[in-house]
């Protein structure tokens, strides 16, 4: 199995809501990654994770709260969004070894902040 | 992160004319990673590059890393309308780095 996977596909939420994005892969990889990508702009890092422990956070506002529970999955939890959030979530894997190795990404969670 | 710059930002051909893009850098790079994004679709990697000079091929696809590590290109041969897509090079911040900082990427359309 060399997919990661992305729930939901699409979210539209109030800037009162709470959400969560969930990804998985069951590929045996270490290192799991969020990017926020905009329309027509790259993806942009927010999150790195390595064997479950948070190992970069690019600066990412409280507003995203991000959760590995275990080797597999890996949560971003959504709470206040401002309508300027709205954008593709996605979540990718690699393997962790020395220095980065090609990274598996899903296919994203659409996101809408009304 | 480590910065990268991609050019063109656009490029319009015909189905069957070639096809370049570049990056480059003003520092010495460790590696260069290149991904494809078809249209609604999420990155994926075609292809790392890590020795100065390296050359690397895929069907119609070539890949280049500069002698000085500092800039990279992709050349696709004959384009095709499966080609169509945005071509992203992404590259780290140092060896040994997990921070992945992508170029703006290179939005191909084919004619047909």
């Given amino acids: 199995d060399t997919e990661v996977t992305q729930t939901p596909k699409h979210l539209v ?4 809501n709470k959400k ?3 990804c998985e892969q069951h590929m045996g990889h270490r290192a799991m ?3 926020k990508q905009k329309a027509k702009k790259p993806p942009e890092l927010m999150f790195v994770y390595s064997y479950e422990k948070l190992s970069i956070n690019e600066s990412v ?6 959760e590995c529970p275990n080797s597999s999955l890996l949560n971003l ?4 969004l401002q ?26 969670t659409r996101l809408t902040v009304l | 992160g480590q910065q990268v710059m991609q050019i063109p930002q656009y490029q319009h051909v015909q189905e069957g004319e070639d096809f370049t893009t570049y ?14 994004q078809r249209p609604g679709g999420h990155p994926v990697f075609l292809i790392q ?14 890949f280049q890393f500069g002698e000085a590590k500092k800039n990279s290109s992709l050349h696709i041969t004959a384009t095709q309308t499966t080609d169509v897509g945005t071509y992203f090079c992404a590259v780290t911040s140092g060896a040994g780095s997990y921070q992945l900082t992508f170029g703006k990427g290179t939005k191909l359309s084919v004619i047909p």
């Fill in chain 1, 33 to 35: 990654y969020w990017y």
């Fill in chain 1, 77 to 80: 939890h959504l709470h206040a």
């Fill in chain 2, 23 to 36: 990056c480059n850098s003003s520092t010495t790079l460790s590696n260069i990673q290149w991904y494809k």
């Fill in chain 1, 13 to 16: 939420m109030g800037m009162t």
């Fill in chain 1, 61 to 66: 506002p409280s507003r995203f709260s991000p």
């Fill in chain 2, 49 to 62: 590059l890590v020795k100065s000079g390296e050359v690397k091929k895929q069907k119609r696809l070539t």
């Fill in chain 1, 20 to 22: 969560s994005l969930k």
């Fill in chain 1, 83 to 108: 309508p300027e959030d709205s954008a593709l979530y996605l979540c990718a894997s690699s393997y962790w070894g020395v220095g980065i190795d090609e990274q598996f990404f899903g296919p994203g």
